[in-house]
């Protein structure tokens, strides 16, 4: 198993601003992911986080807007940049240990950007 | 990535054992069948995953029939901490193990 622990777990920003969020794991981990969840939405995959390399990102999502960093197998980070009413959204981070056949997630962090 | 399709949502009363059903027309060999459960402001967490036939363990139960195009998942004796959002995805173990998230299902549990 993984604990995640996720920071902030909320945050208040104005628009044109970043935020960078933090994902830390208890232990060493093979994939890092991270999701955004919209509100009363499904989760959708934004990008995998690729230990010394850079990030993969799905269709829809560029690298300009969501930086990812992946300095270890226990941590990354997301920045959300240039940020608008529209990127208010939970951002979860996610992880998949190679041993075991199920993912597991942090708390999420709840951007609301006015 | 296989595509799902589940009910949007679903009421059911406490004590009352629940199916939800999931379909997948175009699962490939090699994909599993995974549902998860998300409770408001958490992060998703695994219930049960099965290839075929049916899977039990001390959550729920998971029947996937010999064609594998669909798959339901059974709690039994549901309670109110029970309402949640209930997901099903399909994929390889093979893979990026990336998941792919449908619309799931909203279960309300009412007294």
């Known amino acids: 198993s993984a604990v995640i622990s996720q920071k902030p777990s909320r945050d208040i920003c104005q628009r044109g601003t970043s935020l960078t969020i933090q994902c830390q794991v208890d232990?060493?981990?093979?994939?890092m992911f991270w999701y955004r969840q919209q509100p009363g939405q499904s989760l959708t995959l934004i990008a995998t986080?690729?230990?010394?390399?850079?990030?993969?990102?799905e269709s829809g999502f560029v690298i300009d807007k969501f930086p990812i960093s992946r300095p270890n197998l226990t941590f990354s980070t997301l920045t959300v940049s240039n940020m608008s009413p529209e990127d208010s959204s939970i951002y979860l981070c996610?992880?998949?240990?190679?041993?075991?056949?199920?993912?597991?997630f942090g708390q999420g962090t709840r951007l609301t950007v006015v | 990535l296989a595509k799902t399709t589940q009910p949007i949502s679903m009421d059911s009363y406490e004590g009352q054992e629940v199916n939800i059903t999931c379909s997948h027309n175009?699962?490939?060999?090699?994909?599993?069948i995974t549902w998860y459960q998300q409770f408001p402001s958490q992060g998703p967490r695994f219930i049960i995953q099965?290839?075929?036939t049916k899977v039990t363990n001390e959550v729920a139960s998971l029947f996937i029939p010999a064609d594998r195009k669909s798959s339901t998942l059974s709690l039994p004796r549901v309670s109110l901490s029970d309402t949640a959002v209930y997901y099903c995805?399909?994929?390889?173990?093979?893979?990026?193990?990336?998941?792919?998230f449908g619309s799931g299902t909203r279960l309300l549990v009412r007294p």
């Open positions: 175009n699962i490939a060999t090699n994909d599993y």
């Open positions: 099965g290839y075929k």
């Open positions: 986080a690729n230990q010394g390399s850079e990030a993969t990102y």
């Open positions: 232990s060493q981990v093979t994939m």
């Open positions: 996610s992880v998949e240990t190679g041993g075991e056949t199920e993912a597991f």
């Open positions: 995805l399909v994929g390889s173990l093979d893979s990026s193990y990336k998941l792919i």
